[in-house]
């Protein structure tokens, strides 16, 4: 089955600041990679996904892009804000069938 | 308001119970999902329904059982059979196949005592 690590586990950065956080995944097949962002007690909440056919996508300060050879995906947030501060998890879906198989997270803390 | 609902938000279970947690969602999604998120770890796929009345394993399903009688609804039971049950519970619905974002509900936080 699909396997995706994320990269770093916590990250810690200073207000104004960008902060990255990388993906990969193993199957090859998968065609579809959301981002979400879930705040302490809540449900994670999708802020941008890309799909296969694409190599980058912009939302304001948050960017995602796609190496489908590399089989790697990148999130970019710039200019980073407190309310950055959160756990942000990536994810991969292939194309037949409904399951997305989520990375391990990352702790983003924006310090101001 | 659309959107997906959870409850309770906190649940206390003595061990040897059985639990159901309640998942409802009206935004008229086919696929409904329920995943289990531990501290400082991701989340792992315990059942996914694709249509009602269907439904399949995921990656961590021992212990655990659901029904989806009801497009809008999918619970999720807890038995006694789960040995580490203490956790954050999520659901989830999507549109099918086509539009897949996920819409996640804001959870439900199970503790053994």
């Known amino acids: 089955g699909e396997n995706v690590e994320q990269h770093p586990s916590t990250l810690s950065v200073q207000e104004g600041d960008s902060a990255v956080i990388k993906c990969t995944y193993s199957?090859?097949?998968?065609?579809?990679f959301p981002w979400y962002k879930q705040e302490l007690g809540k449900g994670p909440q999708l802020i941008i996904d890309?799909?296969?056919?694409?190599g980058e996508k912009k939302d304001q300060r948050i960017a995602v892009t796609l190496n489908k050879t590399a089989k790697h995906f990148s999130l970019h947030i710039t200019e980073t804000q407190p309310e950055d501060s959160a756990v942000y998890f990536c994810?991969?879906?292939?194309?037949?069938?409904?399951?997305?198989?989520f990375g391990g997270g990352t702790r983003v803390l924006v310090k101001p | 308001d659309g959107g997906i609902t959870q409850s309770p938000k906190y649940l206390f279970r003595k061990e040897g119970q059985n639990v159901t947690l309640s998942c409802e969602q009206n935004?008229?999604?086919?696929?409904m999902y329920w995943y289990r998120q531990d501290p400082g770890q991701g989340l792992r796929l315990i059942y996914y329904?694709?249509?009602?009345?269907?439904?399949q394993k995921g990656d961590i399903a021992e212990g655990y059982s659901v029904s989806r009688e009801k497009k809008e609804s999918f619970p999720l039971t807890v038995t006694s059979a789960q040995k580490n049950p203490t956790a954050f519970y999520l659901c989830?619905?999507?549109?099918?196949?086509?539009?897949?974002?996920?819409?996640f509900g804001q959870g439900t936080r199970l503790t053994v005592v």
């Open positions: 890309i799909r296969s056919n694409v």
């Open positions: 994810a991969a879906r292939k194309a037949a069938g409904n399951k997305l198989t």
């Open positions: 329904s694709q249509i009602v009345n269907d439904f």
């Open positions: 199957d090859s097949a998968s065609n579809y």
């Open positions: 935004l008229n999604h086919d696929a």
């Open positions: 989830a619905s999507s549109a099918g196949t086509v539009n897949t974002e996920a819409f």
